[in-house]
């Protein structure tokens, strides 16, 4: 897996609309829109960004925005704390889901 991703990868990104330009672009804008600052700052989407990347797992994406937090003076602390807010909520989102293996059981139980 170390070669499957790898850092200079990262760089390509701008690409991924090399096979269909119109929609590598309305991505581009609709990613532009979404992360400027609004009714939340730079520094707080970046933040959910991080917390986003890691819990889905994305190499590229966590080596982004631990780069972007870093530069918005993001302290470790504050990175830190926004992942465990990430695992929190995933750990909630799978015990939310055994509602579904509960219900089996107790309808078999009947």
Excluded: W
């Excluded at 690409?15 to 520094?43: T, V, W």
């Excluded at 695992?87 to 107790?106: D, F, P, W, Y």
Aim: aromatic residues 10%.
């Amino acid at each position: 897996m170390a070669d499957y991703y790898e850092q200079k990868d990262l760089a390509d990104f701008a690409n991924i609309g090399e096979y269909s330009p119109e929609l590598g672009k309305k991505y581009f804008d609709y990613y532009g829109e979404a992360m400027q600052a609004g009714a939340l700052s730079a520094r707080e989407k970046a933040l959910i960004a991080l917390a986003v990347a890691t819990t889905q797992k994305c190499p590229y994406c966590i080596d982004a925005y631990t780069n972007v937090c870093l530069s918005l003076g993001v302290s470790h602390e504050e990175m830190m704390e926004a992942v465990h807010v990430g695992a929190a909520m995933v750990a909630g989102v799978v015990l939310a889901h055994s509602t579904q293996m509960r219900k089996i059981i107790k309808k078999k139980e009947m």
